[in-house]
């Protein structure tokens, strides 16, 4: 009898498939470098289109006015990351077409007054520090005073103020797309007086590279962009119950920021208007108890590619496969502690503080609700180290948010800024990219307040949100009909909580026909269930696709 | 153009699907119970099957020889519960036949001595407190001393002690089956002496029905049982977000057990080896602040005739249809509050209580992780009041333990003794009737073990378990091909947590042709969705039957 054995855990781990046992009574092991199986629904080809930062939104039904004032705290600390945000230029005015947003509506009318001629020597005037920054485009002049608070990237974008936006927009190529032209074209003021043109266009300067600094990579790492960097983990760093640190995948959405640990500091503000406190990472390494635990950090958006073909509807967005999942140590004081510190009663919290924000020194934010961090089983770290060394600088160092059993969205790298509110984090992360709406409801015209943010995630073989232990995985080899359940490993997790995967595998004791399909669901321990298939959970953004994994074997 | 409208909200509310609106727009509200749409899974008939008491095992992978010594903390308090049941015996030799357990193997065979004969007299002297208690069936004399601990109603069979058993089984019908009658003979000494036969049987004495006392209960209420009381919510119960308590769903294993409130008390043991503490209900209420929630309580075997319909196999228990789920109004202390009284230390709990223990004077038992309990947001209460009223006997009066988020069979009613302890409560609908296990696993050879018991329950429209709130309602007409979203209406809930269900309305702006389909299906905030079939999470047990919903139009 032919044999054979699937070796599982993560969602990635069906990869690993391996080929049907040449030795009779299926006791061979397989490398799991030998695969036999694909997804059924891997993308084979992954075009270069990334689900980049928005322009950022205070109020959240309709698009908002450039100059909308921003009034609440909670805000100000967004901005404050995007103001010591490291370099660069240009950042998205505008996310990938394949998002939902409509152009910002203008409160007046400001056609580009046409036949007004600008001289370089007065553009140049308008640079960072001016109180109206102008950025040139063609031989377009623009000015973007009123549209730096909404630019995603934050201030980033006066690096071109004075001058050129287009040497930036030669490294992130993102913006170019006619969305976004059309969205700066409503600052349009005039064009760059022909005296100063060279063959007609504008004389470009060299610029830097903002991605010049990112680490160097693992060639295993499975890649979807370059920059930032997206990659996945490829099936040899899924095979294991802690990822090797090289082969854990690498969620960018910026360059990484270079942070000089001797100055490196974090605030807190408590949102109760006592004065701001800041700690060194020293501070954060010897004056609180340090914890480790095991946590998995999972994309909202693995799988996507699968829920694509699955549904047959293409959702926006980076087309991961099954390897945006990885499970590492993690080790630093629990932030309960260090908010008890700076001054936050635990026993008797404000009532108007609902929610943690985080900012990351790459101008990123995100926030999770409080009671995920006040909840002394939470294990909601600082995390100075992973898998027993220094965090290194792709996954957050010198310190990142580390919030178990909840999207990887939330666990903000470089984090420098910890602001408690009675909202949530008003980045688009929060707001919009990391939400799940109705297969229905389309990108256009949606609002946003409809769906609430991710936070803790479904069960998905072989993980869930919460920490929720995975208590079964049911294995069918004839599409559904029958099931047997794998054998799921001995659990290795540290924490107070199941906020690890769980490895499993199984032995089929009869060859598989090439071209039959092997489906593995998981089931945690509040028996919530993966949804059979793909359709009735699509969403646009083409997050959490839970479905049932159906692995093709192949010959 | 004709119009439908769906009111819904609980699992039970599609089954209020009103007609077609005879007026134009669609703009009529009917009645409730105008009922024009039923689950395509409702079962026509309900034989009166029960899944109720099995005998008690201290171990779980193998039946229990009747002398097996108990010496566990915890199996005590189970035990205990029994002493004080009230009387009535008889209760379950055995448990349904549809059950997956295997009679226990007695220690040592003991043949019946065919041809040894016993006077009625000498037969009278094994009573309750003899040493050696003896029952009578048919002409059959049985000595059932090795019996008792593994008899799920516990020390109430000792009732029958002395005399024939017969007469109670007229009321408990459930034993009048083959597998009871086998367990029985394994005990069988001997025969009744011809010369006390009349007509060749055994005079019958008149007994006590246990159910006489039951209360008077609401003709409305879709009766499964009525001895034990297990009844349904009506339709019209569904509507409103509390149920009225008349028609609050009613699911008992025993008798309701008559307690006098001025002797009630409550024996908590801490499980630390300190002294037991008492309370009484004055105690209760007086003594530590009170609390309101609003709750859902749902039996875990709801909608099990539409799992055994979708599925096509046969699922053991009560045949519920979806109005085993309803929602009210607690209040009482939280259980936290009188365990610190008691001398637990909440901050810094020890290590081995993992578990509280609950045992009601009916004898049924249960328990939660003891991180339930000791949860400042988790709301567990010993409720006295239910909507605003002094709890009914039908729903545990004087005092029932309301854990909310948490299947019904963890809310033990008419609760006595409380017993934290390092492991779960001992008794089957512990260890055994409430798990669920992979659709592949037959009850023959089950490994108990092999599933936890089902604590927090997975999303099903429109509640979900784990106080996870309620995001989206989603629903077809087309078969799943399309779906839209139903309005979820404001929330009224009370408590920390989402522990009530989310109602709902749905106008559908064309005219359903009958026998068309109405597909339902909730989202709960973790993004977790109920599965499209049953199939898949068929269990034996037929627990947690959370597939979509599918309603038939008709005429």
Redesign the interface.
């Known amino acids: 009898m032919k044999a054979l054995r699937i070796f599982g855990g993560p969602s990635t781990l069906i990869r690993s498939v391996v080929k049907p046992c040449q030795r009779s009574g299926g006791l061979g092991v397989y490398s799991h470098a030998s695969i036999s199986c694909r997804p059924i629904n891997q993308y084979q080809t992954r075009p270069f289109i990334t689900d980049i930062p928005r322009r950022i939104h205070s109020q959240h039904d309709s698009p908002v006015p450039p100059t909308k004032q921003r009034d609440s705290k909670a805000i100000t600390a967004g901005i404050l990351a995007f103001t010591t945000a490291v370099a660069a230029l240009g950042w998205t005015l505008n996310g990938p077409d394949l998002n939902a947003e409509a152009p910002p509506a203008r409160q007046e009318t400001k056609d580009a007054p046409k036949g007004k001629f600008f001289r370089l020597d007065e553009i140049r005037k308008h640079g960072a520090d001016s109180e109206r920054p102008w950025v040139i485009k063609g031989t377009g002049v623009y000015d973007i005073t009123d549209w730096i608070e909404s630019h995603p990237g934050g201030k980033v974008v006066l690096r071109a103020a004075g001058s050129s936006v287009e040497p930036y927009w030669n490294i992130f190529t993102i913006h170019k797309k006619d969305d976004v032209y059309q969205i700066l074209e409503q600052f349009r003021i005039g064009d760059v007086d022909p005296l100063d043109l060279v063959d007609g266009c504008v004389p470009q300067e060299q610029v830097d590279d903002p991605f010049r600094e990112d680490p160097e990579r693992d060639s295993r790492l499975v890649y979807l962009t370059e920059k930032p960097c997206n990659a996945e983990t490829p099936p040899s760093g899924l095979t294991s119950f802690i990822t090797d640190t090289p082969l854990f995948y690498v969620r960018h959405h910026f360059w990484v920021p270079p942070i000089d640990p001797s100055s490196y500091k974090i605030t807190i503000d408590l949102g109760d208007g006592s004065d701001e406190k800041t700690y060194t990472l020293d501070d954060l390494r010897t004056k609180f108890p340090q914890h480790t635990i095991t946590a998995v950090l999972q994309c909202s958006g693995n799988r996507r590619s699968h829920m694509s073909e699955g549904s047959g509807r293409e959702a926006s967005g980076l087309k991961w496969d099954v390897g945006a999942i990885s499970n590492a140590e993690w080790r630093g004081p629990r932030l309960r502690d260090v908010l008890r510190d700076a001054g936050l009663n635990l026993e008797d919290p404000p009532e108007d503080i609902q929610h943690a924000q985080f900012s990351g020194e790459d101008a990123y934010g995100a926030s999770v609700p409080i009671?995920k961090v006040m909840d002394a089983?939470g294990d909601v770290l600082l995390a100075c180290e992973m898998n027993g060394k220094i965090l290194p600088p792709d996954h957050g160092y010198p310190v990142r948010v580390l919030v178990p059993g909840v999207t990887g969205a939330r666990s903000v790298k470089w984090v420098n800024r910890i602001t408690l509110s009675e909202e949530e984090s008003e980045t688009q992360w929060q707001r919009r990219d990391y939400k799940?709406f109705?297969?229905?409801q389309g990108r256009d015209a949606v609002n946003w307040d409809n769906?609430?943010s991710?936070?803790?995630?479904?069960?998905h073989y072989a993980v869930s949100?919460?920490g929720?232990r995975i208590?079964?995985v049911?294995i069918?080899t004839d599409n559904?009909k029958?099931?047997?359940?794998a054998e799921i490993q001995p659990d290795q997790s540290r924490g107070n909580k199941a906020w690890s995967w769980a490895l499993w595998k199984y032995h089929c004791g009869r060859r598989l026909e090439p071209g039959s399909t092997v489906i593995v669901?998981a089931?945690d321990?509040?028996?919530?269930?993966?949804?059979?298939?793909h359709?009735?959970?699509f969403n646009f953004r083409g997050?959490?696709a839970n479905a049932w994994h159906r692995v093709r074997v192949e010959d």
Chains 1, 2 share one sequence.
């Open positions: 009671d089983r799940c109705g297969p229905n769906a609430p991710i936070q803790e995630t479904p069960v949100g919460g929720r208590i079964r049911d069918s559904g029958t099931w047997d359940q669901k089931i321990e509040t028996y919530n269930v993966q949804p059979d298939t359709g009735p959970t997050n959490l």
